[in-house]
């Protein structure tokens, strides 16, 4: 009889009660692909069953070991789903972003961690737990991406929209508030072009979502690399869709922007985080601190003018931001040639050196952990600004909401991509997008106001 591994993919329960958040929308929910990659690593005479919250509750599940992942605004979800099994001596291995930032006290919480990636661990960990020695923590290595095992797509639900593929991973780039760098480590690396051509071939979906935090890297060798991609698509006659995520770097390279168009690129989600020198000083963005919010802008049109939407994404809450300087944001915001927002506050994660100095400074609001880590959501104040109070925050992010997501403004911000792509499809799906971040971004600071 085939042993049962049971994954599951939580969600925050505050937001699921509320159906607010990003992934309220079906159409934004994205693929557990490391939960994928786990099950393509298990043997064959494992039996693998994945209960993935975006689309149905969790729900007790016959197991003989139980696999969890956790990012920081899911960790109490995990941790309570984790303690249904437990007391069933029901051994639960837990893993994922927050898990391997705050291993002390996911030890409380399950049997076993992995910290960091996993594909250089898991079939010991298996191998271990069939010869009853499971150890407490297996420590990840980076993984070969040249050797990067498929995931296994069958478990995942045929609703979602978009399917999701990574091409590299880590980042060099070291911004206050991202944890990427922490998990992945610094360095960049790629998968080959071919394997994921291959891979893209064979995922059903029509729409994809290249999970990348930053599709183009940081050199010219990797931008020479995502055309070669992009060449492959066009090759080979991959009829997909696609947005990703990048920096403005993507839209100075003119022959990569026609490769990409080509290619069925439809949108760029780009940081900005803010608009003014000192924001951007406080978050360590360096890379917009060296461009210029003017160039940024001439940037965005030349993406445009390829036919090329994007979903810029703002941040309000740095230590620097005023009244003033949040209402110059917003004025900037609504002139922008970003065909899409995302508005969120700046929020401290742990693993973060954001966290690190904000803990030490002790102005961190929601510290009753690991409960209050479902605040942690980007969508409610969870720590002290030093110019203002949080309560003045709050006030000035629903004022913010009310001016970039009002109907008059959608319709505008529709109208002006249209205009400035000539191209139909591009526009519905930015304004689809944009209408997805209204819906979340307003329903979720109501929730977090209260």
Not at 153 to 158: A, G, N
Not at 255 to 268: M, P, T, V, Y
Not at 352 to 369: A, S, V
């Amino acid at each position: 009889m085939k042993r049962r591994l049971l994954l599951v993919n939580p969600i925050n329960q505050g937001f699921a009660r509320n159906r607010v958040g990003l992934t309220a929308n079906r159409a934004t929910r994205f693929q557990p692909l490391g939960l994928g990659i786990i099950a393509s690593l298990t043997p064959d005479n494992w039996e693998i069953i994945l209960i993935d919250e975006n689309f149905e509750p969790f729900y007790y599940r016959e197991a003989d070991l139980v696999g969890i992942t956790a990012f920081t605004a899911t960790a109490p979800r995990a941790y309570e789903i984790a303690g249904v099994y437990r007391k069933k001596k029901i051994p639960v291995v837990m893993g994922g972003f927050h898990i391997t930032m705050c291993p002390d006290v996911a030890l409380q919480f399950a049997d076993c961690l992995v910290l960091g990636e996993a594909e250089n661990i898991w079939q010991e960990l298996i191998k271990d737990f069939e010869n009853s020695n499971l150890k407490k923590i297996y420590k990840g290595t980076p993984a070969d991406l040249n050797k990067l095992p498929l995931p296994m797509r069958t478990i995942f639900s045929d609703k979602y929209v978009f399917g999701s593929i990574e091409t590299s991973r880590g980042c060099p780039m070291d911004c206050k508030f991202c944890s990427v760098s922490a998990f992945y480590g610094k360095n960049q690396r790629f998968r080959p072009v071919e394997d994921v051509l291959n891979e893209l071939m064979n995922i059903p979906q029509k729409k994809i979502f290249f999970v990348d935090d930053n599709i183009a890297g940081y050199t010219k060798a990797s931008r020479e690399r995502l055309k070669d991609l992009c060449r492959g698509i066009i090759e080979k006659g991959i009829k997909k869709d696609w947005w990703c995520q990048t920096t403005i770097t993507f839209g100075e390279d003119e022959e990569l922007l026609d490769l990409a168009k080509k290619s069925g690129c439809k949108l760029l989600f780009i940081g900005v985080e803010a608009t003014d020198v000192p924001g951007l000083e406080a978050i360590n963005k360096r890379l917009n601190l060296k461009k210029g919010i003017r160039e940024i802008e001439k940037i965005f049109r030349r993406i445009n003018e390829y036919g090329i939407g994007v979903i810029g994404a703002f941040m309000f809450g740095m230590d620097t931001d005023t009244i003033r300087t949040i209402k110059e944001r917003t004025d900037y915001i609504l002139k922008s040639n970003a065909n899409a927002i995302q508005i969120t506050y700046l929020t401290p994660l742990p693993g973060t050196k954001l966290f690190e100095e904000i803990h030490k400074q002790g102005r961190i609001i929601y510290t009753r952990y690991p409960e209050d880590w479902e605040h942690y959501t980007f969508a409610e104040v969870t720590y002290r600004p030093l110019s203002m109070t949080a309560k003045e925050l709050e006030n000035e992010r629903q004022y913010v909401v009310k001016r970039i997501y009002n109907w008059k403004g959608v319709i505008k911000r529709f109208l002006k991509t249209l205009f400035s792509t000539k191209n139909l499809i591009t526009s519905l799906w930015a304004i689809s997008f944009h209408l997805f971040l209204r819906q979340a971004t307003i329903r979720s600071y109501r929730l977090g106001s209260k």
